[in-house]
């Protein structure tokens, strides 16, 4: 009789215990979520204390395309660096971006909408304009290629794209550095090798919305706030990604930037030095 009674009785005990375990492990749990929100507040409210302090710089992709790049060059003119001169952006241009229908469904992305893109073997003018112009001019891929697609998806493949960029951008100028931003901002492994294996620095950053049309001019601001308000403080100023093809760049460039820079936000010179890997997206 006793030793059943026992055996019950560690077993009621066993379970006893487990359920204490369980609600101990339930409390350890919900504590640390409180203090994970907590935390996540603090930062929040250290991050909106840091933000009138945040500095930004510019960057426009997809281009040169006549009567769209020369609007974000007269733009960029007009906005001063915080020495007073006129700042200088970073232009992530396509050497020859395709123009059939097949050979856009070819190299773009699947989900792309906007397919008349920049080419810098077509308008090699505009090219020397912006260098002209003090700004950087990287690559961003002579076809605009998302490097997802099977039949480019490897560091091969990606490198002879930069290859072919670099034969449609000729000549760079001495000491340029090698930019790379890879189209749709697709890092992977591969984009990271051929980008290494031909001495290129990867620059990503962060998008602003412009390439959705239905985005207005008080979308963008309040999307490029959000960017810099989640961006951990840092003397690392954040890098937007505007396009010169899309209208919002073209024509609503410098008031966007006064009106952050009315928010506190300072505009800075483009900079590889500057760019990090925590600037990714
Ligand atoms: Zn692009």
Redesign the pocket.
């Known amino acids: 009789m006793t030793a059943p009674m026992v055996l019950r009785y560690s077993l009621f005990q066993y379970i006893l215990l487990i359920i204490f375990m369980l609600l101990m492990l339930a409390g350890v749990g919900l504590a640390h979520a409180d203090t994970d929100s907590h935390t996540d507040s603090h930062t929040d409210k250290h991050t909106t204390n840091q933000t009138p302090h945040r500095t930004f710089m510019l960057s426009f992709?997809?281009g040169p395309l006549p009567g769209k790049t020369e609007k974000v060059l007269a733009a960029l003119a007009q906005l001063d660096d915080p020495a007073g001169k006129p700042v200088k952006a970073a232009f992530?241009m396509v050497g020859n971006a395709p123009d059939t229908l097949f050979s856009q469904r070819k190299y773009y992305a699947p989900y792309e909408m906007w397919i008349h893109k920049g080419s810098m073997s077509k308008y090699p003018q505009l090219v020397a304009d912006v260098r002209k112009a003090g700004h950087y001019v990287g690559c961003?891929t002579a076809h605009?290629a998302w490097f997802r697609w099977p039949w480019q998806d490897d560091s091969n493949e990606i490198k002879a794209e930069i290859l072919a960029w670099e034969h449609d951008a000729a000549p760079l100028p001495d000491g340029a550095p090698k930019l790379f931003r890879p189209?749709?901002l697709v890092d992977t492994f591969a984009v990271q090798t051929a980008a290494h294996d031909l001495g290129y620095q990867i620059i990503l950053g962060h998008t602003v919305g412009d390439a959705n049309p239905v985005n207005s001019v008080a979308d963008i601001e309040h999307n490029i706030v959000g960017i810099m308000q989640k961006t951990p403080a840092s003397e690392t100023p954040v890098l937007l990604i505007f396009?010169d093809i899309f209208p919002t760049a073209d024509n609503h460039l410098v008031e966007i930037v006064h009106w952050l820079q009315q928010q506190g936000y300072i505009l800075m010179d483009f900079n590889p030095a500057n760019i990090h890997d925590d600037d990714a997206p």
Do not use: E
């Open positions: 992709d997809d992530f961003h605009h189209p749709y396009h």
